[in-house]
């Protein structure tokens, strides 16, 4: 990969001026597998692995159906509750119908990390449903990008409160409390309260 945008030839190399983002990572990744890896012949086998796969003659180890492949392949497994709204991860919320009969009920969800639309909910590692989040379903974001949103939100409420902090502070400094005002001392708790005498209308 030294020809990739990014790649240092040692710790103590130059900074990079332009660095891969994940998503483009991951699509090199993707393109050295199918274009590179799968077509260049290999040794032990005699043929390019994409060649030797559509040969036949082998029976490959599958799992048994997309769910089974999705416990091998989304690493990223959670610990979560079933409320009645759906399950809650990542500021996020992930209602499915089949969740009714869980609710209450500690599941694992599993996810990929480079989108966060959609999450597998297991039970007793059996699967039980795909939620979607009604926020995300138009889209796709990572978790990363989704992190990184809501820092950025919070640096710019942090910034916020402090220019306010700041226009506050000057508003004091350009009229400040005057130091020889007196405030009317509260009368003891023990002193008589005068009553005021309800006025008739007669009497006005």
């Known amino acids: 990969m030294a020809c990739l945008p990014g790649w240092q030839p040692g710790p103590r190399s130059p900074r990079p001026h ?8 991951d699509g090199a990744i993707g393109r050295f597998l199918v274009e590179d890896y799968n077509q260049r012949p290999y040794s032990e086998i005699k043929a390019p692995p994409v060649r030797r796969w559509a040969a036949g003659g082998w029976l490959p180890r599958t799992p048994e159906s997309l769910e089974h492949l999705d416990m091998l392949l989304l690493s990223v ?6 409320h009645r709204d759906g399950i809650r991860f990542a500021g996020q919320r992930y209602p499915a119908l089949t969740l009714a009969g869980y609710v209450g009920e500690a599941v694992t969800i599993r996810y ?7 999450i597998g909910v297991y039970h007793d590692d059996r699967f039980v449903c795909r939620a979607v989040s009604p926020e995300l379903a138009a889209q796709t974001i990572s978790l990363q990008e989704l992190q990184a949103t809501r820092s950025a939100r919070r640096r710019a409420l ?5 220019g306010r902090r700041e226009h506050a502070e000057q508003l004091l400094a350009a009229a400040p409390y005057p130091h020889d005002r007196v405030d ?7 002193a008589p309260r005068t009553r005021r005498r309800l006025a008739l209308y007669r009497e006005q």
């Open 112 to 118: 990929d990390p480079r989108d966060l639309a959609e």
């Open 18 to 25: 332009r660095r891969l983002s994940l998503a483009e990572l």
């Open 158 to 162: 942090a910034r916020q409160l402090a």
């Open 77 to 82: 497994a959670r610990p979560r509750v079933v």
């Open 184 to 190: 009317p001392a509260p009368p003891p708790a023990d």
